[in-house]
């Protein structure tokens, strides 16, 4: 349970709601959503979702607003978020602190499907790219990425929205990484783009005439690796 400490009136209420905002930690580009409710017997109290790191509903063990300071802090993941709310009460410009790291983080407020995106809305063409990788390239892909330390085995598992657009995740199987989230898939003119923010990683491969082999690069770190993935026979 999340506790609440209010004061101030007004700003305390304009705080209820979701507030979205995206982190960069070098490469990684991580999403973060504050879920903030008004509690049944007063207060506050709220939840923490990392959609890039397929994490939801972490709780927020307090939420502090005095005037138009807001504080929380998520002992689960030793991070804590302070920031200022501005004049209309749409937006807090801040700071979260993990591990006793401190990086920028402004939050706007909005809806939860606007939550569930990214921060920044994509264009009509890296929609409809979206929808084309949706069509042809949904299904089951395997493949080894040869690094220094060894071979590692993934798959990416792409599938279609209820909206017409791909979505994914991706396993690292000798890791025992699995439904790593994917934040964008793309398809345009054969050339097939999949960011995982949440990792800092890119691929950018090319898709074979018979839509059963894409063959690129995978970049993560500063660095890139060749790979190719094969399409897995429907079962």
């Known amino acids: 349970m999340s506790s609440a400490v209010a004061s101030g009136g007004e700003p305390a209420k304009n705080v209820v709601g979701t507030w979205q905002g995206t982190l960069v930690a070098g490469p990684a580009k991580l999403r973060v959503v504050f879920n903030i409710t008004a509690a049944a017997g007063g207060g506050l109290t709220a939840t923490m979702d990392s959609p890039d790191q397929g994490a939801r509903g972490i709780p927020v063990d307090s939420v502090t607003v005095n005037g138009t300071s807001i504080e929380l802090e998520v002992k689960r993941i030793n991070g804590a978020y302070q920031g200022t709310l501005d004049a209309a009460g749409n937006a807090v410009a801040g700071q979260w602190t993990q591990m006793g790291k401190p990086l920028p983080l402004n939050l706007v407020k909005g809806s939860g499907t606007a939550a569930a995106r990214s921060g920044d809305e994509a264009s009509p063409a890296d929609l409809a790219a979206s929808k084309e990788a949706a069509q042809k390239i949904a299904g089951t892909w395997n493949g080894e990425l040869t690094t220094p330390g060894g071979s590692l085995r993934l798959r990416v598992n792409i599938a279609k929205t209820a909206v017409g657009v791909a979505t994914g995740t991706i396993d690292s199987l000798d890791q025992g990484a699995n439904g790593i989230p994917i934040s964008t898939i793309t398809l345009k003119d054969g050339k097939v783009r999949i960011e995982v923010n949440g990792i800092g990683a890119v691929y950018e491969g090319t898709l074979a005439a018979d839509g059963s082999k894409l063959s690129g690069q995978w970049q993560q770190g500063g660095g ?6 094969q ?5």
Not at 231 to 235: D, F, G, I, L, N
């Open 224 to 229: 890139s690796l060749p790979l190719d993935l």
């Open 231 to 235: 399409k897995a026979k429907a079962e």
